[in-house]
């Protein structure tokens, strides 16, 4: 055993509650209060600790994956091997190619580049390529309001106040884009996530009536959101850029459909893939017309990640941020936000640990 053998791997839940200035919105059919994901503790034998984030729907289920599956094959094994993690990969793959263990093992992965990164006494962003930028605009990414206009416009409204410039939407109508739209005014970037709302009949035409209003793109128009041949038929008729990646089957999906430029934007996250993913598909998008803008919709060192990811990768993109009030508010005086912009931190690793309330567990039920 070395100083640098894996000793120990821990997934510890973190449930933010939020308020979004409505009734909580719905996921999976129920009522959403909390903002789920799950912190990744790694320690090494000589103690040094390094941090990732996973998704998370059921934090029992990845509790139990991390537990039975991902920390007996981690510990023992030296942290900078490099078939650790592919690894892993091979050995788990029949339990699934998306989905919570390979969820798991993105968290990991996050948590080897910053113990790397710590180790090097870097931050994050060189050993991605090195800083392009030494800031990133944040865009304001709103939940879903149902398309209720007053809501739509106030949140608008409140966002633009707080100093951001661009706004996303997580709506399906014409209307709730115009609804944005005269809150904005004209020349504001307005993105539409619509959550892969439409089959591929149905999505021109409902984004024909989106046009008016100046989409800047429409993000997951269909169902299945791995139609790759029906998202070049759409990119081809529809008029307006479109984005995919968030849900992805496989990072190789992804890669391929930037690649072979089925859409203009590829959204690869960092806390379903992994960073080792995300950073292959962003290299992947160099020198095409196809732009990697990483999903960033959680709030822990996964949004670390993509913020130096950003700051290395050779397009400028804003990085996304779920426009809430948080209960607590994760590296709020680490790595604030100020004025719709973040700093990319230049401490080593991520730039900043996770804060005592969140490594205790305070917000882990």
Known sequence: ?????????????????????????????????????????????????????????????LQAIFETLVAP????????????????????????????????????????????????????????????RERVRVYASLLQYYGKAELLHSVTARALAQGFTEIKLHERTAEALAAVRHATGPGVPIMVDTNCAW??????????????????????????????????????????????????????????????????????SVIKLGLTAALDIARSCEGTGTVCAPQVAFFGPGFLASLHLIAAQQDEVSLERLFVELAHVPYAATVPIENGWLQVPDAPGLGADPEPALVEGRYAG
């Open 1 to 61: 055993m070395t100083s640098n053998t894996i000793v120990s791997v821990i997934c510890i839940p973190m449930r933010l509650p939020f308020h979004h200035w409505s009734s909580p919105p719905l996921f999976a059919g129920r009522p959403r209060d909390k903002l789920d994901s799950a912190l990744v503790r790694v320690q090494t034998q000589d103690g040094s600790v390094a941090w990732g984030e996973s998704y998370c729907v059921e934090p029992r289920a």
């Open 73 to 132: 094959l981690a510990c023992g094994r030296q942290a900078d091997e490099e078939t650790l993690l592919p690894g892993m990969q091979r050995v788990l793959h029949n339990l699934g190619r998306s989905g919570p263990v390979v969820h798991a093992l993105a968290g990991l992965d996050i948590a080897l580049w910053d113990l790397r990164a710590k180790r090097a006494g870097v931050p994050l962003h060189a050993l991605l390529g090195g800083m392009r």
């Open 199 to 268: 089959l591929p009949h149905e999505a021109e035409a409902a984004i024909a009536a989106m046009l008016p209003h100046e989409p800047y793109w429409i993000e997951e128009p269909l169902w299945v959101p791995e139609d790759a041949q029906a998202l070049a038929t759409l990119r081809q008729r529809c008029g307006v850029p479109l984005a995919v990646g968030e849900n992805a089957s496989s990072a190789l999906a992804l890669r391929r459909m930037a690649e072979q430029g089925t859409v203009q934007y590829v959204q690869p």
